[in-house]
Nanobody
Framework: QVQLVESGGGLVQSGGSLRLSCAFS????????MGWFRQAPGKGREFVAA????????NYADSVEGRFAISRDNDKNTVWLQMNSLKPEDTAVYYC??????????????????????WGQGIQVTVAS
């Protein structure tokens, strides 16, 4: 059974930075696509970023492109989300997710919540204006 544990959230001023971490355990890490999603109060869970099995390719939501960066270390079984130039609208609970996807369709599929079989408990990120 896969377990995902997020850390690194908190309160930051607008324009600041945070780095989220997600520790993976229970299965072979490099066989999973890893994604970050977020959910603001009263809204649905939305895609933020995803990274492929070896970390050679990533994709991002338009709203975070150029500000956020996803990375992974398969030796450490960890995925990170570096968040820069944070805005109040980035305030949300952030979730790490792991999914078994194969082939070139991973980029499109990784944007969908139903492609992920495992989720972390979520971590709060609050950006003050």
């Amino acid at each position: 059974q896969v377990q995902l544990v997020e850390s690194g959230g908190g309160l930051v001023q607008s324009g600041g930075s945070l780095r989220l971490s997600c520790a993976f355990s229970g299965r072979t890490f490099n066989t999973y696509i890893m994604g970050w999603f977020r959910q603001a109060p009263g809204k649905g869970r939305e895609f933020v970023a995803a990274i492929n099995w070896l970390g050679g390719a990533a994709n991002y939501a338009d709203s975070v492109e150029g500000r956020f960066a996803i990375s992974r270390d398969n030796d450490k079984n960890t995925v990170w989300l570096q968040m820069n130039s944070l805005k109040p609208e980035d305030t949300a609970v952030y979730y790490c997710a792991a999914g078994r996807m194969y082939g070139s369709t991973w980029s499109t599929r990784s944007r969908r919540t139903d492609e992920y079989g495992y989720w972390g408990q979520g971590i709060q990120v609050t950006v003050a204006s």
